[in-house]
């Protein structure tokens, strides 16, 4: 009887218990859910803002506050486009949604930190405004919740040439080629999050998989694992030949091998290959070499495996097998640069541009997982959400919306952190459906050049897969803005303890037109003046405080 009793009671103590957690699982998704309506009714003030156009209507005049949302770019050269200036001013009716947002319900505070909007040129505005010292120096495209929101979950494959050859030093730049390589695929690492999967292969005369935790798969890409990735690519020094195949025959491995086990995001892969030079070891004839890629790129059922994007480090780098390569595989083929890392990481950001190009229907919300807030916020998870035009054809992305959320306010529900996590990762689960490109599509993306900041297109003959599409697909080019008239100057040090925060906000100039790139010289001296002119301004203006 006792027995019984006992039996009785664990099964009584087991039921409340699913009861309970089930329970606490409905008030946490409850309460993601209405920070994600959050972002859905910004989603519309996001299109019907660009709906207008960018005239006489749209007023620069603003001064940073609190009670408003101020804006920062990727970098000088961008402040100055056409195309950001307009992101500027037609996102600025996001204001009284953002304060309305921010409002308690019932009485409760909603948790909300920050909101902010990144447009696809790099303009990024935040609310509240907070005090900047500089306001030119931020790129948030590079940023991981911008990139999950454009890609969705993925599998990432990085395979990085460390032969012999990538220790040659450029005389552009102070690291080598290997140096170059490590850090702008540490750059790559940390746009990734939760949702994807990732792998590191190095190759030279073989090929090699960096591992972590003895996995030779994909891992998910959570902090501590890429943190722990960052540190093998530190440790790979250049030795030995190039050898294409192994390179590949080990990617595609890894993504098999991924898909056995089911460690995989289970949603759209993709191959990011960088060398500086040919293959001296393995497969070397052109032709034959991207027919045993195709082969490993090849479903059963026909389809590709995944997107291929090849890269081409230095100057002296052979070009001709990594175009052929990635034209073969409807992939894109970047020369890169190596004036600095910048140069290298803002290319390999081609794969989520090219993902964001050509999905399809509105973005879903994604989830980090918890971070420290760079601003003293605490801990906070971001939901964020890429916003399309759907009324052109095909559609355009506009940007990502994010709302930052602390922690905190998820405790009074649930202090379990794996619970948190397991919910913010189901919630975020769902794949991008990416659209057949169309020819010109894929040439235009292959013609896209990005550079301190800013993304232009031109029209390279080197960098055509179908040299004769040329007349036939047409470059993007920026729609003009009217009312250019944003020009940011050096910003002040500051003590937000002591100064007044419109007193500590950029100290900026609104009157004064951008100057072209092609005028920039030749105004320099006038600029200057400009310069000193605000500063002493500045200077008097804190006096006076």
Sequence with gaps: MAARDRYIFLGFALSVSILVESVIDEELSRFLGDKEELLRSLEQDV????????????????KLSLSRSYIRTPSREATCTDTLNRDICLSQGLDSSFRENLLPIDGQETGVRWQFFTSQSGM?????????ERCHDFDPRLRAWYVSATTGPKDVVIVIDSSDSMAFHPSTSSLTLMGLTKEAVTSVLWTLTHLDYVAVVSFATLAQQLTIQNKNTLVQATRDNIQALTQEVKKVEPNGHTNFEAAFRTAFDILRRSEVVSRTAGCNKMVLFMTDGEPTRGEREPEQLTHIISSLNQREDGSKFASIFTYSVGELADTTITKKIACTESGVWSEVETVGKASLAEQLSQYYDYYGTLREGQ??????????????????????????????????????LGIDVATSATEKITTDKQDLFDTLQSRSSSCADIRASSVCELEQLRQ??????????????????????????????????????????????????????????????????????????????????????????????????
Excluded at 47 to 62: E, I, M
Excluded at 124 to 132: E, H, I, L, W
């Design 363 to 400: 973005g879903q919300v994604i989830w980090t997982e918890p971070y420290k807030d760079a601003f003293g916020a605490g801990e906070v998870v971001t939901a964020a959400k890429a916003v399309y035009n759907t009324s052109t054809v095909p559609q355009t992305l506009l940007g990502v």
């Design 124 to 132: 990024y505005r935040m609310f509240p405004g907070v005090a900047q």
């Design 47 to 62: 299109l019907v803002g660009y709906q207008r156009k960018c005239g006489a209507q749209c007023s620069f005049d603003r």
């Design 448 to 545: 896209k050049v990005y550079e301190q900041g800013t993304i232009r297109y031109e029209n390279n003959s080197a960098k055509w897969c179908d040299l004769s599409l040329s007349q036939e697909c047409s470059l993007p080019s920026a729609e003009p803005c009217d009312n250019q008239s944003l020009q940011y100057s050096t910003c002040m040090n500051h003590s937000m303890a002591q100064v007044d925060y419109v007193v500590t906000s950029c100290c900026s100039r609104y009157d004064q037109p951008c100057p072209s790139f092609t005028t920039r010289i030749s105004v320099s001296l006038h600029i200057l003046s400009l310069l000193v002119t605000v500063v002493l301004s500045c200077l008097n203006i804190l006096q006076i405080s």
